[in-house]
């Protein structure tokens, strides 16, 4: 793992140094937070700032703006991601990551499953919300068993089972107080039927599920396939309340840069 974000800081740091015509070895301070770049061209950049230029360089190369993805939930997603890959949730070869955004309608295509090392989007593709959690839009959120509402928050994906909904994928929730009780709800990814145009043309929006982030039967295979096995999930959705340790940028950011901070960027790059 330490090679890989290694590799990533590295071409974080390619990225940022574009116009510039030569380089000395750089340092961070991190007494200020910054990282200093001698060159013909003198400048400091913080490691807030050559963070979002590593999110965005993501970002843009899986071309998510097309899709409609909101550019700070996929930074929430990517915090997380890391957060979770610090705290151990999430094993060294986990590059998959899924966004699901209840602050959009039904009609959305508002999951997304990105490859993060490839910079590739995967799949984007229809979603259900729990139908406690409203019509179209989902605007109300709970931890609450028997409640049919979904769970905002961070989850990392576990074993393939076959329920009554057919093939399902179990769920951990990693937010106290807002998705823990993911195993004992039942909250599972599934095919389910009203996941899907049909259901949209009929009654305006998707049906709804009794909280879980219930898919079209066309594509579950692939998002089971695709996510299974110790990856994260991010629901996001409008709730004030909603609090996670695992948003937490500024760790984020000083792991992924701390490997770069120890070598001589000169001679990597």
């Known amino acids: 793992m330490r090679k890989y974000f290694l590799w990533v800081a590295c071409t974080i740091l390619i990225v940022f140094s574009i116009g510039f015509i030569s380089w000395s070895p ?31 360089d993501i970002y843009n190369n899986a071309q998510l703006q097309l899709t409609g993805m909101d550019a700070l939930v996929f930074q929430k997603a ?12 999430l094993p060294e ?31 984007n593709t229809w979603v259900s919300h729990g139908q406690g959690s409203g019509d179209d839009m ?18 990392v994906t576990d074993g393939v089972y076959i329920g009554k909904h057919g ?3 179990k769920l951990d929730g990693m937010d106290a107080g807002f998705n823990s009780n993911a195993r004992q709800r039942a909250i599972v990814v599934h095919a389910a039927d009203y996941v899907s145009q ?30 299974k096995g110790k990856n994260m999930l991010y629901i996001t ?5 909603y609090a996670s340790k695992y948003l937490d940028e500024n760790v984020a950011e000083q792991f992924l840069f701390a490997t770069a901070s120890t070598q001589n960027v000169a001679k990597v790059l």
């Open 26 to 56: 750089a340092s961070i301070n991190h007494k200020t937070n910054t990282v200093k770049v001698t060159s013909t061209t003198k400048h400091a950049a913080t490691l807030s700032e050559l963070y979002g230029q590593y999110v965005t």
């Open 78 to 89: 990517i915090t997380g991601y890391i957060n979770l890959k610090i705290a151990h949730k």
């Open 93 to 123: 070869n986990s590059n998959v990551i899924t966004v699901v955004d209840f602050n959009k309608s039904s009609r959305d295509k508002r999951m997304w499953i990105i490859d993060v090392a490839a910079k590739k989007l995967l799949l």
């Open 138 to 155: 989902a605007t109300a959120f709970s931890n609450t068993e028997h409640s049919h509402q979904s769970s905002l928050g961070f989850y």
């Open 167 to 169: 093939r399902s994928l």
């Open 198 to 227: 049909a259901s949209i043309n009929q009654l305006g929006r998707l049906g709804r599920s009794h909280g879980c982030p219930a898919v079209s039967p066309e594509v579950c295979e692939t998002v089971i396939n695709t996510i």
């Open 237 to 241: 959705g409008n709730d004030a309340r």
